[in-house]
């Protein structure tokens, strides 16, 4: 990182740490009050359903490799929280790399086929966070009386799943058309055969790329249970529908607004906004995020442990 970048990152995280500062200071009183009755019960519940939802990624990861490709199932859990870890702690995004150079080591593979699984994984975690936020849109739409724009939502819903199960499919044969198309000793050529075989599994196996797609939805069906037992156990009730939008919303403002500090800081901005649908001010709605984040990213952590282990052993820093 430049001189620039890191002072920027120092500045940035002091003022996170204020604005957390001042946000829980705000609610204090009301944040207290729920704390003094948590149910540490609930909450270790809660993160223990999210180790068990990094093992469904496990099955999603397989899913999308050649059946001689595929990782032992205590491998790919444990790949798929730390490419999780990574990508909430590492700054600026770079977690995406992270994921990217983790997937590669897993497989062994080229940049450009593991570029390719990872473009795959990425497509189904974000579509299916993306549906499930829009399905959540449409729930709380229908229970407030808003019908008919609830059903155009949830129309949105179904078109984007199967619009979800075709795009990979066209994109790996449109590869294979231009693949014969390119000088043969080219670089070119070589790339485009590996990103191929990369998403091989869609054109070659579209029942498997279905059942991926159907696992990455299975995951969000224990987070968000795990989410709403945590939030149970810490005090605060919150409707299974708007932590559906509340979750999608903070993973789009983490996207859209890279931090020196990983995805917290705009993670927890877009909590809020969304939980103040169940009318959670926005200073404890900020609160209740960053303690969700933290544990979530804990669990992540403690699963994708043992994939850290290994790669420092094989991988031993220069004396």
Same mark, same amino acid.
């Given at each position: 990182?430049?001189?620039? %970048?890191?002072?920027?990152?120092?500045?940035?995280?002091?003022?996170?740490?204020?604005?957390?500062?001042?946000?829980?200071?705000?609610?204090?009183?009301?944040?207290?009050?729920?704390?003094?009755?948590?149910?540490? $019960?609930?909450? +270790?519940?809660?993160?223990?359903?999210?180790?068990?939802?990094?093992?469904?990624?496990?099955?999603?990861?397989?899913?999308?490799?050649?059946?001689?490709?595929?990782?032992?199932?205590?491998?790919?859990?444990?790949?798929?929280?730390?490419?999780?870890?990574?990508?909430?702690?590492?700054?600026?995004?770079? +977690?995406?790399?992270?994921?990217?150079?983790?997937? %590669?080591?897993?497989?062994?593979?080229?940049?450009?086929?593991?570029?390719?699984?990872?473009?795959?994984? %990425?497509?189904?975690?974000?579509?299916?966070?993306?549906?499930?936020?829009?399905?959540?849109?449409?729930?709380?739409?229908?229970?407030?009386?808003?019908?008919?724009?609830?059903?155009?939502?949830?129309?949105?819903?179904?078109?984007?799943?199967?619009?979800?199960?075709?795009?990979?499919?066209?994109?790996?044969?449109?590869?294979?058309?231009?693949?014969?198309?390119?000088?043969?000793?080219?670089?070119?050529?070589?790339?485009?055969?590996?990103?191929?075989?990369?998403?091989?599994?869609?054109?070659?196996?579209?029942?498997?790329?279905?059942?991926?797609?159907?696992?990455?939805?299975?995951?969000?069906?224990?987070?968000?249970?795990?989410? $709403?037992?945590?939030?149970?156990?810490?005090?605060?009730?919150?409707?299974?529908?708007?932590?559906?939008?509340?979750?999608?919303?903070?993973?789009?403002?983490?996207?859209?607004?890279?931090?020196?500090?990983?995805?917290?800081?705009?993670?927890?901005?877009?909590?809020?906004?969304?939980?103040?649908?169940?009318?959670?001010?926005?200073?404890?709605?900020?609160?209740?995020?960053?303690?969700?984040?933290?544990?979530?990213?804990?669990?992540?952590?403690?699963?994708?442990?043992?994939?850290?282990?290994?790669?420092?052993?094989?991988?031993?820093?220069?004396?």
């Amino acid at each position: 990182m430049t001189l620039s %970048k890191k002072i920027f990152g120092v500045a940035f995280v002091a003022a996170l740490l204020v604005l957390a500062a001042a946000a829980f200071r705000t609610s204090s009183a009301e944040i207290f009050s729920r704390l003094s009755s948590a149910n540490l $019960w609930l909450v +270790g519940l809660g993160c223990l359903l999210n180790v068990f939802a990094f093992g469904v990624r496990a099955f999603r990861f397989n899913l999308l490799l050649p059946p001689a490709d595929r990782i032992p199932v205590a491998n790919a859990w444990s790949l798929s929280g730390a490419t999780t870890f990574l990508l909430q702690v590492m700054p600026f995004r770079s +977690g995406e790399i992270g994921s990217w150079a983790s997937i %590669k080591a897993a497989l062994g593979a080229s940049w450009a086929r593991s570029g390719a699984v990872f473009a795959l994984v %990425k497509l189904l975690d974000t579509a299916t966070l993306l549906l499930a936020g829009l399905a959540g849109t449409a729930w709380l739409l229908f229970t407030r009386g808003t019908h008919v724009l609830g059903a155009g939502v949830a129309a949105l819903v179904l078109f984007g799943a199967a619009f979800l199960l075709a795009l990979p499919l066209a994109g790996g044969r449109l590869l294979v058309f231009l693949v014969p198309r390119l000088p043969e000793s080219s670089r070119r050529h070589a790339f485009a055969r590996e990103v191929a075989e990369g998403l091989s599994v869609a054109r070659r196996a579209p029942g498997s790329y279905a059942m991926a797609a159907a696992a990455a939805a299975a995951f969000l069906a224990l987070h968000v249970p795990a989410l $709403w037992l945590t939030a149970r156990g810490l005090g605060f009730s919150i409707h299974p529908a708007t932590l559906l939008v509340a979750l999608f919303a903070s993973i789009a403002t983490a996207a859209v607004l890279p931090s020196p500090a990983g995805t917290f800081g705009p993670y927890e901005s877009g909590f809020a906004a969304a939980a103040a649908l169940d009318g959670l001010p926005l200073a404890t709605g900020a609160v209740l995020g960053g303690l969700l984040h933290v544990l979530t990213t804990l669990a992540a952590g403690a699963v994708g442990l043992p994939f850290f282990l290994r790669r420092l052993r094989e991988n031993p820093r220069p004396e």
